[in-house]
């Protein structure tokens, strides 16, 4: 049975939502971010990235100190304004091809440590530290944890029975996005999404494995502080037919000392190669994988497909196993060097102009893995070779923060 609560919000002033809000700090490229910092100076950037121009030089404590500094220097000039009583918030993305809702809530620490909230990726010790450590110095945190529920035809009644009220926030971004955010403020509407999810029996995150992990670390780390917003951390509930699952494509910096034939060659033992020329060649199926090698594209079809294990079944293990590792000496997924990843939503022409520029040798593109296999991953505490998937939607820096 899972719980949910409302909190208190901080949130942008009605009339500066647009310019505060920004993408995630590391999507943004350095010219892009200088840009904003420069001409924005409502930017919530300005909080994640204070004296940007002599980050580097700062040691993480008094970094982290200038980011909760700045943050209440923006609730003091009002453009950040505390919620009055604790609400849910029901919101909406808008893109060019998809468009997302969910609920923005308080979920609890000890669901997530009972496995009500499942995981399916591992984390990264000093990150999740870290993470713990800028929670417990700047005192908020602005991006949830984006969790999944099982598809309820009620809930998306009521759903879209709320999105013909007034929104508190409709606005629209420069990559062309449209945001749209309803504050759930009645007893009897916060009673009823409660008494939903007390009759959902797990929750799964889907992005933001570290962020959850980081709020449990903190909580172990202050709960003698007696502060009741440690026991939860703030999430983006969504329907999990409502996500997108994107895979994650991998380009390699070398063949590990072989030639194009013996590599090749290598994959003859477990693919059928199908040579594509010049067609731009992505899978339509599991099981399938793209190659781009030497100016040209292949398609790998896996020639042994019974597998018992849903984590041995997966392309993003397989390709690893039959080839990243034995073939190419990719050890260590995560670390590697000679390795890098690019998100399934960037089209395969990036891939091919990266290797045709001459710094990477090959390409593959592999197909998304589903749901269902995250679900059974997580059902099964198995976890996730790195970089797995790629998930959106993604949330917009500063405009719902969680205080701590």
């Known amino acids: 049975m899972a719980k949910i609560v409302p909190f ?5 002033a009605r009339d500066k939502v647009s310019l505060v809000t920004s993408r995630s700090y590391d999507e943004y490229s350095a010219a892009e ?4 910092l420069d001409y924005n100076p409502f930017s919530f950037l300005h909080v994640l990235n204070p004296a940007y121009v002599n980050l580097q030089k ?4 008094t970094r982290l100190k200038s980011v909760q500094i700045k943050y209440n220097e923006f609730k003091e000039e009002l453009i950040l304004k505390h919620e009055n009583e604790p609400v ?3 919101y909406e993305i808008q893109g060019k091809n998809h468009t997302f809702s969910g609920i923005i809530a308080g979920t609890s620490i000890a669901d997530y440590r009972s496995n009500v909230i499942k995981k399916h990726e591992d984390t990264l010790p000093y990150r999740v530290e870290y993470f713990k450590d800028y929670l417990h110095t700047t005192g908020f945190n602005t991006e949830p944890v984006l969790i999944t529920y099982p598809e309820n035809d009620e809930l998306q009644e009521w759903i879209s029975a709320k999105k013909n009220k007034r ?3 409709h606005f629209s971004t420069p ?6 955010l309803w504050r759930i403020k009645n007893q009897k509407d916060i009673a009823w999404l409660q008494n939903h999810f007390e009759n959902t029996e797990s929750l799964y995150i889907a992005d933001g494995h570290h962020r959850s992990a980081s709020a449990n670390m903190l909580y172990e780390q202050d709960k003698a502080s007696g502060n009741k917003n440690l026991n939860y951390f703030m999430s983006f509930l969504i329907c999990e037919s409502n996500l997108k699952i ?9 063949l590990n000392g072989l030639t194009k034939q013996d590599f090749l060659t290598a994959l003859e033992k477990d693919f059928t190669i199908e040579n594509k020329k010049q067609e731009l060649w992505k899978p339509q199926n599991k099981f399938s994988f793209g190659m781009y090698l030497d100016g040209e594209f292949y398609a790998l079809h896996l020639k042994e497909t019974d597998y018992k294990n849903v984590l041995d079944s997966l392309d993003a293990q397989i390709l690893y196993k039959k080839v990243l590792h034995p073939l190419l000496g990719i050890g260590d997924l995560r670390n590697d060097e000679r390795i890098e990843y690019i998100p ?7 891939i091919k102009q990266m290797v045709d520029e001459g710094e990477f040798e090959v390409g593959f593109m592999l197909y998304p893995a589903s749901i269902n296999e995250i679900k059974e991953l997580a059902d099964n505490n198995l976890i996730m070779p790195p970089k797995s998937t790629y998930i959106t939607p993604k949330f917009r820096s500063g405009l719902v923060i969680y205080e701590l």
């Open 8 to 12: 208190k919000a901080v949130r942008p």
């Open 33 to 36: 971010l200088a840009s904003q």
């Open 167 to 169: 929104p508190l926030y």
């Open 88 to 90: 849910f918030y029901l």
């Open 175 to 180: 990559n062309r996005e449209k945001h749209t």
């Open 246 to 254: 994107y895979e994650y494509n991998r380009i390699i910096h070398d």
């Open 344 to 350: 399934g939503n960037k089209p395969v022409t990036a």
């Open 58 to 61: 700062i040691a993480t404590a």
